[in-house]
Each structure stands twice: as structure tokens, then as C-alpha cells.
């Protein structure tokens, strides 16, 4: 592979081609020496500003959207780092609650790029795509400045690139299998991984995990003699129910007990999100004081996560979700279950080659009248022919079509959707989901809000 040359870029498409020519973010080895070389040369931004780490197989990228709002709402300035994106790559670094703009992308980028180069010099291997951008936002923060980072891991924890922060507060999404190649087969493995960013002293809010995650998640807390808030016994959700754009929810605190909080978003799954966040929140904060209900109110009536059970067009209904494994399958198929009447609903669904597409498929299948199966632009995609052949096993003939273009897919999805709505109280929809990139590709071409 070339080496990238790090150069000044004129425009946000220089910024990121100069990016995507080094190691690709799928390209892991156990070692954080490049980031620590990056980040000492840039004057370590990231011990300018506290932090909140986050890890976990599904729920990173909506938690940590919660988490900054509540943060906000409490005046505090806040960057985000969350990966992947879902449209655009500025995406992964927010300040304020907003992504950096094509001018400040560009201005992070060069601000950074001549310390790009001399860690390629310097270093067996260059900094990889993923290092570069971790480098470019603790630059960022520490150049707005922030008071706080709420920052995502790529994949697992320990040997990730964001992991050269010492966060306050580490918070654990639940863990199931994914990425197996990577991170280990079995959810102990893969605990053991991401437990790597609880740190000494911290606080590490876990929500609710298998008993094999759980014990290897506590057993580093007490080793490094971090605090433990669990879900389920320190917090929680108390009560929920759907309503009408989203769901009221009920939860309990680490300091207090919030009631009837309106949350925008679909599915159980979200208001465990919520609960985490708050949780986080309160531990971040310290001292015994609860956060101000109009606070909690304020920041989750405005909450929103694109690409996340995300109605995205009506007439027929058109929801996004990226679910990219069984775990997160199976909490999309619950929340379409509890907060909709889609009757049929049309799956598209587009996945990557090393995914569980056969664990995914099966969780979707009881929900799914039809499957059309498509794939999106990315080397990576499984061919939509070889994920046909899954689909087929799961589904039945019958209900599986093949339609390798993106958009061509989403258009054979509406017509089914349309043609057989069944009754006046339901009405077909399309669910479009597989992969944060099958997401990503479907907004643009439907025009995502932004």
C-alpha cells in the first residue's frame, strides 16, 4: 500500500480521499503506539477536557446522542466522536451537538495533517484511517474547547484508537456477538475486550448484560476499583409506553426518579438507551442531587438518531434502521411490534460479508411479509445473489426477490407495500435495514432529513 502523503486540503473531498488512502477501519492490530505517537505530538488535546467513554455492540451511537443532549442541557460544551457515520464522515465529530461543517472539517484535517506524516515516518506502519480521525477530534474539542467528550469506540475497547483517554465514566452498552473475527466468539471474549476502557477510579454504568458478559465487566471494575451502576439495580427504566412519535418513559436515576419523560425515538431498546444516558450523566456530575426534570424533559423531547427506526418518507411509510446483527434484529423487530400496525411490511435488506446475515434474517423473518435483498455500494457488501441464497433458507422462495441496486430495491419494496395494505387501520410499510451503510445509502437517495 502507498504511503498517504499528509498534504493541506482545499476542499472537504481532498480532506476525506487523503483519509480513506490510509488502513481501512476493518484493518485492526492490537497496539495503541501510533494514536499515542499522534496524540503526544499533537500535546495530548484529549487531557484537555473530561470525558465519557462508551462501548457496547448496539446502543453506542443513540446513547451517546443522549447523553450529549442531556450534557447541553445542563450548559455544558460537549464534543461527540461516534463512528461509523451514517451519510456524511464529518458526521463522527460533533461540537455543540452539531457535526463539524465542510470549513471546519477541512480546518481539523490540516490542522493535524503535518503530524500525520511524521508519525507514518516515524512508526513501522502509518496511522490508519481510523487513528487519523480519533487525532482529528481531540484536536477539535480541545481547539473549540469543550468542557466534556462523549466518545464512541470503533470496535472493542482496549486496543481501540479512542482509548487513549482516561474517561470518568465508561459506559457498556449490552454486549452480544459481533464482529467475531475481531473481538472473540462468545459474549466473555468480548466483554474482556471492551472492559479495557473502564479505567481506575471511573465509573462504569453497565446496562443490561448476559451473566458471562456481567462478570467479566465487574471483575475489571474491581480490579482497576471503579464504581459500579448497573441496570437493573442502580438504574433502570421503571415504566413505558407508546405514543404517538415515539414513547413516554419512566426511569430511575442514580439520584433521583424521573416521571413520564417523553422520548421521541422507538422500542424498549431506546428506553434503555435513555436510562444508561442518565445514569451517565449523574455519575459524571457526582454529589447526591438529582438532574432537574425540566432538564431530563428538555433534552430527550428534542432527541433524535438518524438511521435508527427512523421514518424517513410516508405514502408508503419508509423506515430506516441499522440494525447490522442479531442482537440489534431482534430489538428493531420488538420496537416495530410495539410501536407500529405495518401490515405487510417489506424488508430491503443489504449486509456486510462478514456479518451473521442468517442470524439477522431470522429474527426479522416473523415480522417480514417479503424480503427484497439488495446490496450497497461498498467493497465490503455480501452480493446480494449470495445473501438471496440465506434469505431463501429463512424465508422461502416465495418470499425472497433479488434486486442487486439500492434504489431499484427500495422502489420493488414501496410497490409491494402499496399494493397489498390490508385494511383501513394498517397500511404497508418498507423496512429498510442490514447495515449502517445500507442506511446511510438509502437516506441519501430518499432525501434524509438532516
Known amino acids: ?144 474547547p469543550v468542557d466534556v467528550a462523549v466518545v464512541e469506540v470503533g470496535m472493542g ?8 483517554i482516561d474517561a470518568d465514566v465508561a459506559v457498556v452498552t449490552p454486549i452480544a456477538v459481533d464482529h467475531a473475527n475481531y473481538l472473540g466468539g462468545t459474549p466473555a471474549e468480548i466483554a474482556r475486550e471492551k472492559a479495557g476502557i473502564i479505567k481506575p477510579g471511573s465509573v462504569a454504568v453497565l446496562a443490561q448484560q448476559t451473566a458471562e458478559a456481567a462478570a467479566v465487566l465487574l471483575e475489571r471494575a474491581a480490579e482497576v476499583g471503579a464504581t459500579v451502576a448497573r441496570e437493573g439495580l442502580e438504574f433502570g427504566v421503571v415504566a413505558r409506553a407508546a405514543a404517538v412519535g415515539g414513547q413516554v418513559v419512566t426511569l430511575q436515576g442514580l439520584r433521583g426518579r424521573y416521571d413520564d419523560v417523553f422520548l421521541p425515538l422507538y422500542g424498549a431498546h431506546q428506553a434503555q438507551n435513555a436510562a444508561a444516558a442518565l445514569a451517565a450523566v449523574e455519575a459524571f456530575l457526582g454529589g447526591e442531587e438529582p438532574l432537574g426534570d425540566d432538564v431530563v424533559r428538555g433534552a430527550f423531547a428534542e432527541m433524535t438518531s438518524p438511521g435508527r427506526l427512523e421514518v424517513i418518507r410516508r405514502s408508503p411509510t419508509i423506515v430506516l434502521d441499522a440494525a447490522h446483527n442479531p442482537h440489534g434484529a431482534e430489538a428493531t423487530a420488538a420496537a416495530l411490534e410495539d410501536s407500529f400496525q405495518f401490515d405487510p411490511l417489506i424488508g ?92 446511510g445509502e438509502a437516506r441519501v437517495l430518499l432525501g434524509g432529513l438532516k
Not at 48 to 54: K, P, Q, T
Not at 119 to 141: I, K, R
Not at 158 to 164: E, H
Open 157 to 164: 475497547g482496549s486496543w481501540d484508537a479512542t482509548n487513549v
Open 348 to 439: 430491503v435488506i443489504g449486509v456486510m460479508g462478514d456479518k451473521d446475515a442468517e442470524g439477522l434474517l431470522a429474527a426479522f423473518e416473523p415480522h417480514l411479509a417479503h424480503v427484497v435483498v439488495t446490496q450497497n455500494s461498498t467493497e465490503r457488501a455480501m452480493p446480494a445473489d449470495r445473501l438471496a441464497e440465506v434469505a431463501r433458507e429463512v424465508f422461502g422462495e416465495d418470499r425472497v426477490s433479488v434486486v442487486p441496486r439500492l434504489a431499484d430495491a427500495i422502489d420493488e419494496a414501496a410497490a409491494r407495500a402499496e399494493s397489498a395494505g390490508s385494511d383501513a387501520l394498517s397500511s404497508g410499510a418498507v423496512l429498510v435495514t442490514g447495515s449502517v451503510v445500507t442506511v
Open 1 to 144: 500500500m502507498t504511503e498517504p502523503v499528509a498534504r493541506p486540503a482545499e476542499t472537504v473531498a481532498e480532506a476525506e480521499d487523503a483519509l480513506l488512502s490510509r488502513w481501512p477501519e476493518t484493518r485492526l492490530e492490537p497496539s495503541l503506539d501510533r494514536i499515542r505517537a499522534f496524540t503526544e505530538l499533537l500535546g495530548d488535546p484529549q487531557r484537555a477536557y473530561r470525558s465519557i467513554h462508551l462501548t457496547g455492540t448496539n446502543g453506542k451511537t443513540s446513547t451517546s446522542r443522549m447523553i450529549d443532549a442531556l450534557l447541553r442541557a445542563l450548559d455544558l460544551r460537549t464534543g461527540r466522536f461516534t463512528s461509523p457515520h451514517v451519510e456524511r464522515m464529518a458526521e463522527r465529530i460533533s461540537v455543540d451537538g452539531e457535526p463539524l461543517d465542510d470549513e471546519a472539517f477541512v480546518r481539523a484535517f490540516n490542522d493535524v495533517a503535518p503530524y500525520m506524516h511524521l508519525v507514518d515516518e516515524a512508526e513501522a506502519h502509518p496511522l490508519s484511517f481510523f487513528e487519523a480521525v480519533v487525532g482529528m477530534a481531540y484536536a477539535a474539542f480541545a481547539d473549540a
